[in-house]
């Protein structure tokens, strides 16, 4: 029906995470993997006002993932427009790559904190840009959007879902199906994951160029 109707985006009660945690094919996630349009999965205990908005992102040299990220940021701060909110930019990364390359550096802890520091920086910076942007867009409207940024060294699928909590956001905008590698990308375990520990309502989007892999 979204495909043949051309719908911008698809609104449902999320499914019961403690029945979708033992049945990995749950039909938010198969929604979430294969509907062409925006997905509002909206939590059973989700309040009316949402009082803290948040976007999981991912900072990459790949333009799809730089459009992408983009379209997640004017979505969410729409969402907090309406619901006079704040928004958090929230941004993972780990030291996986540290480690292995610090196995060649002459002094592996001080290469690896190094690597740390600069990837924190990058982010920070990413994110600056990223706000600056989002208030350039509204630079011509009656309103303003607070902005916080959260940058954390740890695996996405353990960073998101605790900064979420911590937060105590209602609603995270999520981009879906992009590129791997991409930390704040639902695919695979990751997704579930996520998906799974989120006791907030979610907003995803498809990342340009996306094709529905049902065909009729």
């Not at 996630?29 to 948040?54: E, F, M, T």
């Not at 990459?60 to 979505?75: E, F, G, P, R, Y």
């Not at 879906?176 to 639902?186: D, E, F, K, P, R």
Request: hydrophobic share 40%; proline share 2%.
């Amino acid at each position: 029906m979204v495909v043949n109707d051309n719908y911008d985006f698809v609104i449902k009660q999320a499914e019961n995470r403690s029945w979708s945690e033992s049945v990995l094919g749950s039909s938010d996630l198969h929604l979430l993997r294969k509907c062409p349009s925006a997905i509002w999965l909206i939590d059973q205990q989700s309040p009316k006002q949402y009082g803290n908005v948040a976007m999981a992102i991912d900072f990459s040299d790949n333009k799809v993932d730089q459009s992408l990220n983009l379209t997640l940021a004017k979505q969410a701060m729409r969402f907090s427009q309406s619901f006079n909110s704040a928004l958090h930019l929230i941004t993972a990364y780990d030291s996986s790559i540290a480690n292995f390359a610090s196995q060649w550096a002459d002094n592996a802890k001080t290469f690896e904190g190094d690597y740390l520091e600069k990837e924190a920086a990058r982010r920070r910076v990413e994110s600056d840009k990223l706000v600056t942007l989002i208030n350039n867009d509204i630079a011509n409207e009656q309103t303003t959007v607070v902005t916080y940024q959260h940058s954390k060294q740890g695996h996405a699928h353990a960073v998101i879902p605790q900064q979420v909590s911590r937060l105590k956001v209602d609603l995270l905008v999520m981009g879906t199906v992009g590129h791997a590698g991409s930390m704040g990308v639902l695919v695979g375990n990751t997704a579930e994951a996520i998906l799974l520990q989120l006791k907030c309502s979610l907003f995803s989007v498809k990342p340009g160029g996306f094709k529905c892999p049902i065909t009729f």
